[in-house]
Each structure stands twice: as structure tokens, then as C-alpha cells.
């Protein structure tokens, strides 16, 4: 498992931003993966501007071909001093939804990188960083009852 792990994320490696569009301050390797059962997702990284966060997050569906659902409800961030924000936009692939509760859904392929985009309105000028992004997912699987999965990542630097 571990070495099929470490060839997905080599593969993931392969669509992330080249070094020169990395933010200038990146946190520690080991918060900028999340693997779940069914899925390895890389951040990209998260921008501020006036009053709102944007997070990008690159998802790899691990399994068969699949329908997954970005919710607006179960995803999040919480900033450095604690505030808890839902997002005003989530979008996977070419699905958005920008209400505050439902769902984006897209059909993720086996072993290729999807783009998620959240924007989080709200958000105080003077941080600078996030220490939670909860991403909320649901893999829709065939004769069964649908996965969630719950990707987080912690320490975020804002660009």
C-alpha cells in the first residue's frame, strides 16, 4: 500500500505548479497532502485579497472511475484566530455550486488530477494564515452505499 501510495503521489507531483507560481512561503511537506482511502489531493495553495480566501486543491480519484460531490456544508476553514468560514464558492472540474449548503459534482477519472476551487468569503484582512482547510467529499460508488471522505490540510501560509 505504502509503495502504491508513493507512486500515486509521484504522479500528482507531475500537475502541480511549477516552482515559480509556488506561493513564496509554503508550509511543511507534510501538510500540503491528504490521502483518504479513495483519494490523494495535493494544495496548491490559498491567495488572499479584500476580505476573502481562495484555496486550490489538485484531487486524485485512487479507484474505478468515479462520481464525487465537493458540499458546501462539510467544508471549511478555520483562520489563525480561530474563525470558522464556509465557503461562498466550491467548484471540482467544471461543477460549481455557490450556494452555502448542496454540492458540485464531477466524475473523477482513475489516477488523474482534478482542480478543486473554494472561496471563502468573510475573512479578515490581516491573516495570514489559515490552520484548517476541510474539504467535504462524497464518492458515489455502484451497489453501495456512498463514501465520505474528509481531506484536510493544516498550517496554510496565505499568498
Known amino acids: 500500500m505504502k509503495q502504491q501510495n508513493a507512486s500515486l503521489n ?29 483519494l490523494v489531493s495535493r494544495l496548491d495553495g490559498c491567495a488572499k485579497t479584500t476580505r476573502a480566501v481562495t484555496c486550490i486543491v489538485r484531487v486524485m480519484n ?3 472511475d468515479r462520481v464525487v460531490r465537493l458540499f458546501s456544508d462539510w ?14 464558492v466550491a467548484r471540482i472540474g467544471a461543477s460549481t455550486n455557490p450556494f452555502p449548503y448542496g454540492y458540485a459534482e464531477t466524475t473523477l477519472p482513475t489516477n488523474v488530477p ?16 489559515l490552520s484548517i482547510l476541510t474539504l467535504g467529499l462524497q464518492c458515489l460508488v455502484t451497489n453501495g452505499m456512498p463514501d465520505k471522505e474528509e481531506l484536510q490540510f493544516r498550517g496554510i501560509p496565505l499568498r
Do not use: C, M, W
Not at 509521484?10 to 500540503?32: K, R
Not at 482534478?114 to 494564515?129: A, L
Open 10 to 38: 509521484e504522479q500528482l507531483a507531475q500537475y502541480s505548479p511549477s516552482p515559480a507560481s509556488q506561493p513564496h512561503e509554503t508550509a511543511p511537506e507534510s501538510n500540503i497532502e491528504a490521502t483518504t482511502d479513495n
Open 62 to 64: 485512487t479507484k474505478a
Open 75 to 88: 467544508t471549511s476553514i478555520v483562520d489563525s484566530r480561530g474563525n470558522e468560514q464556509k465557503p461562498t
Open 114 to 129: 482534478v482542480k478543486v476551487t473554494i472561496t471563502f468569503g468573510g475573512v479578515d484582512s490581516d491573516i495570514n494564515r
